[in-house]
């Protein structure tokens, strides 16, 4: 990848405070949600309640069997790329509380600065060559 390419991609990642209100958007509206904005792929799926699913689970011999049971799975919201960049937010204390989020940045710099030493190195090798 060159260093244009680089920066280009990088400076596509999202101010955290414009993806919370997107989040927020989603949060309001309750409905699942799956699309790519910023370049990144986007999901949100409300809250899941229902006193009787249907459940898929193991039965031991390594086959699944259905048993029905009560189901809860908090709202979500997720962007971005595991490994790259990634933002996500769970309600898990319930739809009006506030949601615990996590951020996934620590490959973005560290990736960024590598591939820029790398193009500096194969500019440089090249105009040696030349």
């Known amino acids: 990848m060159d260093i244009h390419a680089l920066l280009s991609y990088t400076a596509s990642i999202p101010d955290l405070s414009d993806v919370q209100k997107l989040a927020a958007s989603l949060h309001a509206t309750g409905q699942s949600?799956?699309?790519h904005v910023?370049?990144?792929e986007v999901t949100y799926e409300p809250e899941l309640n229902e006193a009787?699913?249907?459940v898929e689970v193991p039965d031991g011999k390594g086959g699944y069997t259905t048993q029905i049971m009560s189901l809860w799975t908090p709202a979500s919201f997720a962007i971005?790329?595991?490994?790259v960049w990634f933002f996500?937010?769970?309600?898990e204390?319930?739809?009006?509380?506030?949601p615990v989020a996590f951020l996934d940045d620590r490959n973005v710099l560290k990736k960024m600065w590598t591939t820029v030493k790398q193009s500096w190195s194969n500019n440089k090798r090249r105009r040696s060559n030349d």
């Open 80 to 83: 971005g790329e595991s490994g």
């Open 33 to 35: 949600y799956h699309d």
């Open 52 to 54: 009787d699913a249907e």
């Open 38 to 40: 910023w370049g990144w």
């Open 93 to 98: 204390h319930g739809v009006d509380q506030e």
């Open 88 to 91: 996500s937010l769970l309600w």
